[in-house]
């Protein structure tokens, strides 16, 4: 039996869960609304304050997909009474964030500055050497701190580019000189 899927998924004070046919979940929160539709073999119910995911067989995709079910239902709680926020850093001489508007304008080496715009439902916040990705949607909060990192990847020997806050990048050593 999974582990994720059997556990119940409490649902906060004004918080409210509608499912409807094909399994649509629409969760609406304090901090806004997300949509999805989920697997339809899978069966959703909600018991009271209580959300339960259960799966008709014991067939491997099942399984697979009732502990998935039951943790996109979660983030998407979660989500709308809390938020998600990833953390990245820049690393370097001369590397910058700028924000104006929506406009994330980033100088990092190359000869020109990168300009994002943030997606919708996604803000970012510059402070210093820190960028902030904020949102309700985790799945797009992680993509779009996915695709700022990529602009100037870390690079192993002096450690320069953008990083996740959490990320530890290993160091190799550099060239030595001949004997």
Do not use: W
Not at 144 to 168: N, Q
């Amino acid at each position: 039996m999974s582990r994720i899927g059997r556990m119940p998924i409490a649902i906060p004070a004004g918080v409210t869960v509608t499912i409807a046919e094909n399994n649509h979940v629409t969760v609406k929160g304090p901090k806004g609304t997300l949509e999805r539709v989920l697997p339809e073999e899978m069966e959703i119910k909600q018991e009271g304050s209580e959300i339960v995911v259960s799966r008709p067989n014991d067939l491997k995709k099942m399984k697979s997909l009732h502990g998935l079910t039951r943790t996109l239902i979660n983030n998407m709680v979660i989500g709308v009474t809390e938020g998600y926020a990833k953390v990245l850093e820049i690393n370097g001489v001369g590397y910058r964030a700028a924000k104006s508007g929506k406009k994330l304008t980033l100088t990092l080496g190359y000869s020109h500055p990168v300009e994002m715009t943030d997606p919708e439902g996604l803000e970012s916040v510059v402070d210093g050497n820190k960028i902030t990705v904020k949102g309700i949607d985790k799945e797009k909060v992680g993509q779009y701190a996915a695709e700022i990192r990529s602009k100037r990847s870390p690079e192993p020997y002096k450690g320069k580019g953008i990083k996740y806050a959490d990320e530890v990048i290993r160091r190799k050593v550099g060239k030595t000189g001949k004997k």
